[in-house]
């Protein structure tokens, strides 16, 4: 079955303070996604990427920049880390097409203090 | 932007009973439509899709697209209380050449013994 993990699944932070969450697929799937998801909002997509070096802005980018560094492997980083940025955190891969399904890891909640 | 609206917010219903989730998109030429199970402390996983207006039947659950109204359904037969979780609507934009998703805020469900 496919694969994501997230690490570290429980992060606090301090307000402006630097924090970068991980995310590994082993599924050889070029798209990968960050989301965050806030009661009442459900999940909102952050960044993606379609392939190493590759870095998309999604619906809700301030405040985060993305890095793919290989196909396995998306960070989101968060430089100066806000309250607002308090969230349930995402990753997810598919395959190409507008009909492939997305998989999703277990979830970093962050709190930023 | 493809908004996606869920209702109910919350369910409670007893073992057994047959359960109706609904969900409503903004744009008829969206290119699929998803149905998402999050359990507490997990991520979300697929358990059903739909692309073309009319029906689509797996095991025990149910799923109605219809484009004219904009709406979509989610029915599950016989429940169980492992079937307690958030259940997520996901659209996939008209204009979209990858699987992005818009998803909606989610419907809580509780299946009591």
């Known amino acids: 079955e496919a694969a994501v993990t997230q690490s570290p699944r429980n992060k606090v932070t301090v307000t402006g303070g630097n924090v970068t969450l991980s995310c590994r697929q082993t599924?050889?799937?070029?798209?990968m996604y960050w989301y965050r998801q806030d009661t009442g909002h459900g999940l909102r997509l952050i960044h993606y990427s379609y392939g190493a070096g590759n870095l998309q802005i999604g619906d809700v980018p301030d405040g985060y920049k993305a890095t793919r560094t290989t196909q396995e492997d998306f960070f989101l980083l968060l430089e100066l880390a806000s309250p607002s940025q308090t969230s349930l955190y995402f990753c997810?891969?598919?395959?190409?097409?507008?009909?492939?399904?997305?998989?999703f890891g277990p979830g970093t909640r962050l709190t930023v203090l | 932007q493809e908004k996606v609206q869920q209702s109910p917010e919350s369910l409670i219903v007893p073992e057994g009973a047959m359960v109706s989730l609904n969900c409503s998109f903004s744009d008829s030429a969206s290119q699929s439509i998803w149905w998402y199970q999050q359990h507490p402390g997990k991520g979300p996983k697929a358990l059903i899709?739909?692309?073309?207006?009319g029906n689509k039947k797996e095991g025990r659950l149910t799923v109605y697209l219809n484009r004219a109204s904009l709406h979509v359904s989610l029915h599950i037969k016989d429940s169980q209380p492992s079937d307690s979780a958030v259940y997520l609507c996901a659209v996939s934009p008209a204009s979209s050449s990858f699987s992005k998703l818009v998803f909606g805020q989610g419907t809580s469900l509780s299946v009591v013994p």
């Open positions: 997810a891969s598919s395959e190409q097409g507008a009909y492939a399904e997305q998989f």
């Open positions: 599924n050889s799937h070029n798209y």
């Open positions: 899709s739909i692309f073309s207006n």
